[in-house]
């Protein structure tokens, strides 16, 4: 994901000359990167001042020099294919930081909320349709007059269109929350109007069904489609809960005009991108782009469950391409 320089590294001044690593940290989507020169104090910048360094600060570069010591911001790669919510700000931010999204997805935060913790979601009159998947709880959204509750451990809770609104915490433990974003053009917005309808539901296992793998995979594979298509007012497409069996796996394939993420909530597997293989478990967050090949394979012995979260580009017929590898043979790279 990155190339760390480790000479000729140049300040303001222009200067250039040998540094050491100091201080490795991520950030809201910046890996912050100190070097020192000599006996000079490292910098440290909080994520909070991004906003204000990012017009003077370009990405890759060494912008800022004191007492000896150069600074280097770099954005996280648009590559980035992975992360776990435990490396992510708690208090809220970008799964994936810098991510340039190729579908009208405008929005995928997280948020670690505490017990009774509200966080306020500025909507109003927003052109975007947007939706919550909380793990670990239950969590009640407020927009104007309405209220909803959702049901305790793993859900999701999708609108209200064009209104502002709050999410709660109502337990006495931490539930995380993904917050999604996708925009509406004109049309699907004069459609869908001030909408204050909210459609809430769990990830039940029950309601899954049990079938040979797809994609070309092994072994067994439960699935739902929790929300299809006609269930949006915005191109999100698919909201799915899936469990792979010991053994299983999603096949090596790619979507044209898609995006998707997966989020795994149990168990542990190997997951591929673009012929990559990495190690995922409870917590880990994926992120697989247009014509990006992926899969995912469970070595067992436990079963591993996980949700995606899939966006199609506008006015594009998405599509599926199988490439014939049921990825058991993979090791880690």
Same mark, same amino acid.
């Given at each position: 994901?990155?190339?760390?320089?480790?000479?000729?590294?140049?300040?303001?001044?222009?200067?250039?000359?040998?540094?050491?690593?100091?201080?490795?940290?991520?950030?809201?989507?910046?890996?912050?990167?100190?070097?020192?020169?000599?006996?000079?104090?490292?910098?440290?910048? %909080?994520?909070?001042? @991004?906003?204000?360094?990012k017009g003077t600060i370009r990405?890759? &570069?060494?912008?800022?020099? +004191?007492?000896? +010591? %150069?600074?280097?911001?770099?954005?996280?790669?648009? &590559?980035?294919?992975h992360v776990h919510i435990a490396?992510?700000?708690?208090?809220?931010?970008?799964? #994936?930081?810098?991510?340039?999204?190729?579908?009208?997805?405008?929005?995928?935060?997280? @948020?670690?909320?505490?017990?009774?913790?509200?966080?306020?979601?500025?909507?109003?009159?927003?052109?975007?349709?947007?939706? #919550?998947?909380?793990?670990?709880?239950?969590?009640?959204?407020?927009?104007?007059?309405?209220?909803?509750?959702?049901?305790?451990?793993?859900?999701?809770?999708?609108?209200?269109?064009?209104?502002?609104?709050?999410?709660? &915490?109502?337990?006495?433990?931490?539930?995380?929350?993904? !917050?999604?974003?996708?925009?509406?053009?004109?049309?699907?917005?004069?459609?869908?109007?001030?909408?204050?309808?909210?459609?809430?539901?769990?990830?039940?296992?029950?309601?899954?069904? @049990?079938?040979?793998?797809?994609?070309?995979?092994?072994?067994?594979? %439960?699935?739902?489609?929790?929300?299809?298509?006609?269930?949006?007012?915005?191109?999100?497409? #698919?909201?799915?809960?899936?469990?792979?069996?010991?053994?299983?796996?999603?096949?090596? !394939?790619?979507?044209?005009?898609?995006?998707?993420?997966?989020?795994?909530?149990?168990?542990?597997?190997?997951?591929?991108?673009?012929?990559?293989?990495?190690?995922?478990?409870?917590?880990?967050?994926? @992120? $697989?782009?247009?014509? $990006?090949?992926?899969?995912?394979? &469970?070595?067992?012995?436990?079963?591993?469950? #996980?949700?995606?979260?899939?966006?199609?580009?506008?006015?594009? $017929?998405?599509?599926?391409?199988?490439?014939?590898?049921?990825?058991?043979?993979?090791?880690?790279?």
């Open positions: 994901m990155l190339g760390i320089v480790g000479s000729g590294v140049k300040g303001l001044s222009g200067e250039s000359g040998d540094c050491s690593l100091g201080v490795l940290k991520m950030l809201a989507g910046i890996v912050v990167l100190t070097v020192g020169f000599g006996a000079g104090p490292s910098l440290v910048v %909080a994520d909070h001042l @991004w906003s204000i360094l990405s890759g &570069n060494t912008r800022l020099c +004191t007492s000896g +010591t %150069a600074l280097l911001l770099i954005k996280v790669s648009e &590559n980035m294919k490396e992510l700000n708690r208090n809220g931010g970008a799964v #994936f930081g810098g991510r340039h999204f190729e579908t009208p997805w405008s929005v995928f935060d997280y @948020w670690a909320l505490e017990p009774r913790d509200v966080r306020k979601v500025l909507g109003d009159g927003a052109m975007c349709e947007q939706g #919550f998947v909380y793990m670990g709880g239950a969590v009640e959204v407020t927009a104007g007059p309405f209220r909803e509750r959702s049901e305790s451990g793993s859900g999701f809770i999708i609108g209200p269109v064009g209104r502002e609104c709050a999410l709660e &915490n109502i337990t006495d433990r931490v539930v995380g929350a993904f !917050h999604v974003c996708v925009e509406l053009d004109e049309a699907q917005m004069q459609e869908a109007g001030r909408d204050p309808i909210v459609n809430v539901g769990a990830f039940d296992r029950a309601a899954l069904k @049990w079938r040979d793998a797809i994609h070309g995979g092994s072994g067994q594979i %439960a699935t739902r489609h929790v929300l299809k298509p006609e269930d949006f007012r915005s191109s999100w497409t #698919f909201l799915d809960h899936a469990i792979l069996s010991a053994g299983g796996s999603v096949g090596y !394939h790619y979507h044209d005009a898609l995006e998707e993420s997966f989020v795994v909530t149990a168990g542990e597997g190997l997951m591929t991108i673009d012929n990559e293989t990495f190690e995922v478990g409870q917590g880990s967050v994926t @992120w $697989q782009g247009i014509g $990006q090949g992926h899969g995912i394979y &469970n070595p067992g012995p436990e079963e591993l469950e #996980f949700v995606r979260i899939a966006v199609a580009q506008r006015d594009e $017929q998405y599509t599926t391409i199988d490439l014939h590898d049921d990825l058991s043979s993979r090791g880690l790279t």
